[in-house]
T-cell receptor, first 117, second 116 residues
Framework: DAGVIQSPRHEVTEMGQEVTLRCKPI?????LFWYRQTMMRGLELLIY??????IDDSGMPEDRFSAKMPNASFSTLKIQPSEPRDSAVYFC?????????WGYGYTFGSGTRLTVV | QQQVKQSPQSLIVQKGGISIINCAYE??????FPWYQQFPGKGPALLIA?????SEKKEGRFTISFNKSAKQFSLHIMDSQPGDSATYFC???????????????FGKGTKLSVKP
């Protein structure tokens, strides 16, 4: 398996533009997470899905952020309109849960470094 | 209650020395405590994890020590090597058997530099 695949790796955009980040989780994983990483705030959970359904979006900073998971192999995180304070590294992670196994490691993608100027 | 407090923020250790990173939590419902390692330009990767009915878990040079009564756990890296230089995150969640009841709460991270 190629792991969790995120695109693009880097994105530079102007303030006010729409930005779409993409993620392909590991096949068979039923949980998908979007995290944002900054020096000041560390790793923050934005939203997570279980079987393509959003479970907790309380970490989404404001209405400018939205996330979708139309199927088990694809998710997007959209920021519209983008602002300079959205500049960060955005990570997607996935995992699989089973009632027979204790403890589940998350597999993270390599991230998208977003710069809003 | 949902926070995981990690210290120190940064750590410099000589090659061959012991690196120690500490974490503390408040939520006694947490039952899964992993450590993640992150190299520059990469996502965090699972390093080692422990559950609260075990006081210590060792995998190679990496050991987690867990103190349930103090609600603290720590990562020890023995014989630290320059290749261990990375950012380390502790985390906690309510996992257990039967599937996840929540998600991973991460500490703020510790940047480790191992000097040759």
């Amino acid at each position: 398996d190629a792991g969790v695949i995120q695109s693009p790796r880097h994105e530079v955009t102007e303030m006010g533009q729409e930005v779409t980040l993409r993620c392909k989780p590991i096949s068979g994983h039923d949980y998908l997470f979007w995290y944002r990483q900054t020096m000041m705030r560390g790793l923050e959970l934005l939203i997570y899905f279980n079987n393509n359904v959003p479970i907790d979006d309380s970490g989404m900073p404001e209405d400018r952020f939205s996330a979708k998971m139309p199927n088990a192999s694809f998710s997007t995180l959209k920021i519209q309109p983008s602002e300079p304070r959205d500049s960060a590294v955005y990570f997607c992670a996935s995992t699989s849960h089973s009632p027979d196994i204790w403890g589940y490691g998350y597999t993270f993608g390599s991230g998208t470094r977003l710069t809003v100027v | 209650q949902q926070q995981v407090k990690q210290s120190p923020q940064s750590l410099i250790v000589q090659k061959g020395g012991i690196s120690i990173i500490n974490c503390a939590y408040e939520n006694t419902a947490f039952d899964y405590f992993p450590w993640y390692q992150q190299f520059p330009g990469k996502g965090p990767a699972l390093l080692i994890a422990i559950r609260p009915d075990v006081s210590e878990k060792k995998e190679g040079r990496f050991t987690i020590s867990f103190n349930k009564s103090a609600k603290q756990f720590s990562l020890h890296i023995m014989d630290s090597q320059p290749g261990d230089s990375a950012t380390y995150f502790c985390a906690a969640s309510i996992e257990g058997y039967g599937g996840s009841q929540g998600n991973l709460i991460f500490g703020k991270g510790t940047k480790l530099s191992v000097k040759p």
